[in-house]
């Protein structure tokens, strides 16, 4: 499990492919390594990697080629920066927002615009996606949480101030970048909630003609 805080960059340094997988090698002098141990998960971009070496300054995990289908990490070349979370500590802080690091589509950069100090965003979602995307929900692009400050009928607004931009990739996304979308987990339990609920209040035939005739409408 992830916030969605982004903790450090790190470089693609090996992609060595096999008829598998990919063993993808990233260093960064940034992230903290005292605390990892073989087999803990790394966010990459918002994919939950599992680590399966490691030194005081990089790791390497290996990606299926499944998950290089479905995911950014397939467009990724020696040298592409990565944003970078390890998974969060039972009592840590929480500063962002619930993330689990299965990525659920790929969604495009569609413009960029500067807004004073700040940039809009607007990304293309797919359209499966579109309802689990709501006005100042929470949304995870590339493993980094954000806030939806507009929707529209294709996709999203996000408004990324410097700091933002100056510490994780959205600082190279450029107009057609594919990034990483995970919806708000919660709006998925929602839905599967609220869907349970219509097919038993259907099958119990609870509806509103049995409610009125039983006096809890009038």
């Keep these: 499990m992830f916030t969605g805080i982004i903790e450090a960059q790190g470089i693609v340094t090996e992609l060595r492919q096999s008829s598998q997988q990919c063993r993808l090698s990233i260093q960064s002098k940034e992230l903290d390594f005292s605390d990892v141990h073989l087999g803990d998960s790394i966010a ?4 939950c990697l599992t680590v399966v070496s490691f030194d005081t300054q990089s790791f390497c995990a290996d990606v299926s080629h499944e998950t290089l289908k479905l995911t950014s990490l397939g467009f990724l070349k020696i040298g592409s920066k990565v944003n970078l979370e390890k998974a969060m500590l039972v009592g840590s802080r929480f500063g962002g927002h619930i993330v ?3 990525v659920d ?4 950069v569609e413009s960029i615009t500067r807004n ?6 607007w990304i293309e979602a797919p359209q499966d996606l579109a309802r689990y995307i709501a006005h100042k929900g929470s949304i ?9 400050n507009e929707v529209n009928n294709s996709g999203f607004r996000l408004t990324i101030i410097p700091h933002t931009e100056l510490k994780t990739s959205i600082g190279d996304w450029k ?23 219509n097919h038993s209040a259907s099958d119990s035939n609870l509806n509103r ?9 009038r």
């Design 140 to 148: 995870t692009v590339d493993g980094i949480s954000l806030t939806v």
């Design 100 to 102: 689990s690091g299965h």
């Design 209 to 217: 003609e049995f409610l009125a005739e039983h006096g809890f409408l």
């Design 116 to 121: 004073g100090n700040a940039s809009d965003f």
């Design 175 to 197: 107009v057609g970048t594919q990034v990483n979308l995970e919806v708000d987990v919660i709006a998925r339990y929602t839905e599967r909630l609220l869907s349970s609920a």
């Design 44 to 47: 990459v971009n918002g994919v």
């Design 105 to 108: 589509g790929l969604a495009t």
